[in-house]
């Protein structure tokens, strides 16, 4: 399989290569498929109800935004915030044109000021990995395409949003800078939280500020959520659950 994605991105290129892989990908996940490597995709519809209005962080090529969108049926609203253009051009591509009155996509990356950034995507072993793109200081030999972008402070951008009942956030490694300019969001809103935070710091400093707004923290074990025990939290590679205190007994 390594061989011929290494294939395919020779052939195609960069662009061309993740729309292909993305709507591949998209396709086996709507069948069914694809369940024990990516359980927290398939779970997404425990969390999501119609007419809810979800936020997606770090939207990518729209996988979870997909979903988020189906799930909510035809009277939610989703903002996806994704910075690159060339995933976002992908993400229109992948979401049904029915549902374009239900979203907003936001082309910025989220942080603690309103400026330029660069981001980059790698290649790993000849393999590009798309969903692995992230704000850089330089240009390293393994970045494939690099994106001049425009960062944002959440707060500032969602502070028209009335209400969020759930948000997703994958943007490697960033989410605590993302959650500490986000305080006033987050604690006006109390959506359900799933992340996923990559790097021992940054999982702790995120854990210990949510926890501080009267988050419980879980992770999803065989189709249910079950609290994270503090001993086992530096052992976790799977995505964490934030429930608020109101939702509790719901889900954990």
């Not at 909510?72 to 051009?89: C, D, H, I, Q, T």
Request: hydrophobic content about 40%.
């Amino acid at each position: 399989m390594k061989f011929i994605r290494i294939i395919l991105y020779k052939i195609l290129g960069t662009g061309n290569y993740v729309n292909f892989v993305s709507y591949l990908y998209l396709q086996m996940v709507k069948l069914g498929l694809l369940k024990n490597k990516y359980p927290e995709l398939f779970f997404l519809k425990n969390l999501i109800k119609p007419c809810d209005t979800c936020i997606d962080i770090g939207a990518n090529v729209g996988y979870y935004s997909f979903f988020m969108l189906k799930h909510m049926g035809n009277s939610g609203k989703l903002y996806a915030v994704e910075p690159v253009e060339m995933f976002r051009r992908i993400w229109q591509k992948r979401i049904p044109k029915s549902k374009k009155a239900q979203y907003t996509l936001f082309p910025y990356a989220l942080g603690e000021e309103n400026v330029k950034v660069t981001m980059g995507t790698p290649s790993i072993n000849g393999v590009v990995h798309h969903g692995m793109t992230k704000i850089i200081d330089k240009i390293a030999d393994n970045i494939v395409a690099a994106h001049e972008v425009e960062m944002r402070i959440p707060d500032e951008l969602f502070e028209n949003i009335p209400n969020i009942n759930f948000l997703k956030i994958d943007v490697e490694g960033y989410e605590s800078i993302v959650f500490d300019n986000m305080h006033k969001t987050i604690k006006r809103t109390l959506p359900i939280i799933q992340a996923e935070l990559s790097g021992k710091q940054n999982r702790h400093k995120v854990i210990n500020l949510l926890q501080s707004y009267g988050y419980s923290v879980c992770i999803l074990d065989i189709d249910k959520l079950q609290l994270l025990r503090p001993e086992l939290v530096d052992g976790i590679n799977s995505d964490l659950y934030f429930i608020p205190e109101s939702k509790k007994e719901l889900f954990c």
